[in-house]
């Protein structure tokens, strides 16, 4: 059984930044890509970047524009979000989970310009909340 873990989480000012993880039990990200997802209070679950370690192909959610970034130390079973100039409308819990498509699928996906979607996504974890705020 896959089992995922984040954390990072915090309260931050506006313009702050934070590093979230996503711990994976085993060796699975060197077979699976993995998606991070938030929710925000009263809204519904969305995509916000994924990283498919295979080739290195990355995607981001068009609100992203430029301020995180996704990554995975060579070695480690361990994804980061590094989140950065974070805004009031970045408040929200993050989550991480298992994309359940092949990553040559995943990354080809990504190269056409396809928004993720959360079906396609498995194993979620329990979710670190992120607060932005002054």
């Known amino acids: 059984q896959v089992h995922l873990v984040e954390s990072g989480g915090d309260l931050v000012q506006p313009g702050g930044s934070l590093r979230l993880s996503c711990a994976a039990s085993g060796a699975i990200l060197d077979f699976t890509a993995i998606g991070w997802f938030r929710q925000a209070p009263g809204k519904e679950r969305e995509a916000v970047s994924e990283?498919?370690?295979?080739?290195?192909?990355?995607y981001y959610a068009d609100f992203v524009q430029g301020r995180f970034t996704v990554s995975r130390t060579s070695g480690e079973n361990t994804v980061y979000l590094q989140m950065n100039n974070l805004q009031p409308e970045d408040t929200a819990v993050y989550y991480c989970?298992?994309?359940?498509?092949?990553?040559?699928?995943?990354?080809?996906?990504?190269?056409?310009?396809?928004?993720?979607?959360?079906?396609?996504?498995?194993?979620w974890g329990q979710g670190t909340q992120v607060t932005v705020s002054s």
């Open positions: 989970a298992v994309d359940r498509l092949p990553m040559s699928a995943r990354a080809a996906r990504i190269r056409l310009g396809e928004d993720l979607e959360e079906k396609d996504f498995a194993f």
């Open positions: 990283l498919v370690s295979s080739d290195g192909t990355t």
